[in-house]
């Protein structure tokens, strides 16, 4: 399910997954499935992900 809501942009400082994951579970955030397959493709160095909950 896809939840509309804004709620906070968290910049990733590396495309490691488990940071990824880490870094959303300690601000207790989700996201999409298709936002999470789109991160998983095209996260770099320093990109800003959109994190909706």
């Known amino acids: ?3 509309k809501h804004i ?3 968290i910049r990733i ?3 490691n997954n488990e ?3 880490a870094s959303i579970l300690e601000h207790n955030f989700t996201i999409s499935s298709e936002l ?3 991160l ?3 996260i ?3 990109d800003v992900v959109t994190v909706i909950r």
């Open 44 to 46: 770099r160095e320093k």
């Open 40 to 42: 998983k493709a095209n």
């Open 7 to 9: 709620t906070k942009v």
């Open 13 to 15: 400082f590396t495309a």
């Open 36 to 38: 999470a397959t789109k």
């Open 1 to 3: 399910m896809i939840k």
């Open 19 to 21: 940071f990824l994951n």
